[in-house]
Each structure stands twice: as C-alpha cells, then as structure tokens.
Nanobody, 119 residues
Framework: QVQLVESGGGLAQPGGSLRLSCAAS????????MDWYRQGSGKKEREFVA???????RYEDSVKGRFTSSSDNAENTVDLQMNNLKPEDTAVYYC?????????????WGPGTNVTVSS
C-alpha cells in the first residue's frame, strides 16, 4: 500500500514563503503524477494547485508565478515552494499521487498539512 506524508506547513505572514514536501513510500514501481491540492475552510471541495508529470508542471492560475513544484523521481518526493503568500492561500494542502505499485495501479492521498497565512 502506497502512503503519502506531507510536511512543512505552518504559519506565514502575507508576502512570506513556505516550502511543503511530500514523500511517497511503499512498494512503488512507478509514479505517473504527483499533485498538490488544497481545501480552504468552509469549502466543500479540494482545489487543484500544482501538478508534476515527468518534466512538465501545471499550476492553478491564482498561484502561477508564486508557487513552484518539483519532484525527485528517485526519491519519490515532490515539493511545493510557495512564495509571496496571500491570506487566500490559507488551506489544508494535500499531496496526491498515482502510478503502479506491486499490486497494480494506485491512487493515494496524504493526510494533509495546514498552511495559514496571516499577519
């Protein structure tokens, strides 16, 4: 069973920076995509934030130019560097990945890490 664990959340001031990390573990054979999603307080659904697929990345419009995601395929990790943070970035951030493990396709989520942007 593939498990994801996020780290690096916390409190930042507007304009500040935080770096989130996500590590995947288990009997992983290959990872196809590693994503970041977030869910703000009172919102019903998780919102897409960033995706790393091979050498390509994609970002939600509101974070373009501020957030950068990168992965280490050898270590099965993905990071999210968040700069120029805004109060509206406050949310629980979730790491997601899919790929193949020893039993076949997997689709896994981390438990989430809190990010609060406030002065």
């Amino acid at each position: 069973q593939v498990q994801l664990v996020e780290s690096g959340g916390g409190l930042a001031q507007p304009g500040g920076s935080l770096r989130l990390s996500c590590a995947a573990s288990g009997s992983i054979r290959s990872i196809t995509v590693m994503d970041w999603y977030r869910q703000g307080s009172g919102k019903k659904e998780r919102e897409f934030v960033a995706r790393v697929r091979g050498r390509r990345t994609r970002y939600e419009d509101s974070v373009k130019g501020r957030f950068t995601s990168s992965s280490d395929n050898a270590e099965n990790t993905v990071d999210l560097q968040m700069n120029n943070l805004k109060p509206e970035d406050t949310a629980v951030y979730y790491c997601h990945a899919n790929g193949l493990d020893s039993r076949g396709p997997f689709n896994a989520w981390g438990p989430g890490t809190n990010v609060t942007v406030s002065s």
